[in-house]
């Protein structure tokens, strides 16, 4: 399954450490998100992807190995960022 963000210009990212606010502007809504769930985003910012290729790019940047228990994770944060209306099925 394919995965995009809701909309390219939709929005604002800021950064402290580990954790990033992103505000929505299409739905006035602010994320208080971690690192993982925000690179997904970046990661989809720059095109639509699945949960396995979002698993392989991010892996080594979260120092995380590439296995069944880290590609749930991914596929775990990637409905969360459904339920938030910040990416989409595309």
């Keep these: 399954?394919?995965?995009?963000?809701?909309?390219?210009?939709?929005?604002?990212?800021?950064?402290?450490?580990?954790?990033?606010?992103?505000?929505?502007?299409?739905?006035?809504?602010t994320h208080l998100l971690g690192l993982a769930a925000a690179q997904i985003l970046l990661e989809l910012q720059q095109a639509p992807?699945?949960?396995?290729?979002?698993a392989t790019s991010l892996a080594p940047l979260l120092?995380?190995?590439?296995?069944?228990?880290?590609?749930?994770?991914i596929e775990h944060l990637l409905a969360d960022l459904d339920k938030l209306a910040l990416i989409e099925h595309s």
């Design 63 to 73: 120092q995380a190995e590439i296995g069944e228990e880290f590609s749930l994770q």
């Design 49 to 54: 992807s699945d949960a396995i290729t979002l």
């Design 1 to 29: 399954m394919m995965w995009r963000l809701i909309s390219d210009h939709a929005f604002c990212f800021r950064s402290w450490n580990d954790e990033f606010v992103v505000y929505n502007s299409l739905s006035g809504d």
